[in-house]
Nanobody, 121 residues
Framework: QVQLVESGGGLVQPGGSLRLSCAATGSIFSFKTMGWYRQAPGKQRELVAAIFSAGSTNYADSVKARFTISRDNAKNTVYLQMNSLKPEDTAVYYC???????????????WGQGTQVTVSS
């Protein structure tokens, strides 16, 4: 069974930095994409950043030049380095992986439990 375990959320002042981590455990044959989504109160969940199997990345316009997504293939872990944080970045951040658990299976979506990021003075 695949599980995504997130860590690194918390409270930070505007202009500060946080680093989120998401480790994928269990039976994993291959990754298609790994990424981060966020959901603020009263808003829909939105894509923040994604990294594809070949290493290319995609970012929401609101976080470009401030956030960086990276991946450690040996550890099946994806990171989100968040710099110059703003109050509007406050949300629950969810890790997502679109992967194939076994060689004979098709790709499936998996989600982490979410980690709270609060940007406030």
């Amino acid at each position: 069974q695949v599980q995504l375990v997130e860590s690194g959320g918390g409270l930070v002042q505007p202009g500060g930095s946080l680093r989120l981590s998401c480790a994928a455990t269990g039976s994993i044959f291959s990754f298609k994409t790994m990424g981060w989504y966020r959901q603020a109160p009263g808003k829909q969940r939105e894509l923040v950043a994604a990294i594809f199997s070949a290493g290319s990345t995609n970012y929401a316009d609101s976080v470009k030049a401030r956030f960086t997504i990276s991946r450690d293939n040996a550890k099946n872990t994806v990171y989100l380095q968040m710099n110059s944080l703003k109050p509007e970045d406050t949300a629950v951040y969810y890790c997502n992986a679109y992967l194939r658990p076994t060689m004979l299976s098709t790709e499936r979506d998996y989600w982490g439990q979410g980690t709270q990021v609060t940007v406030s003075s």
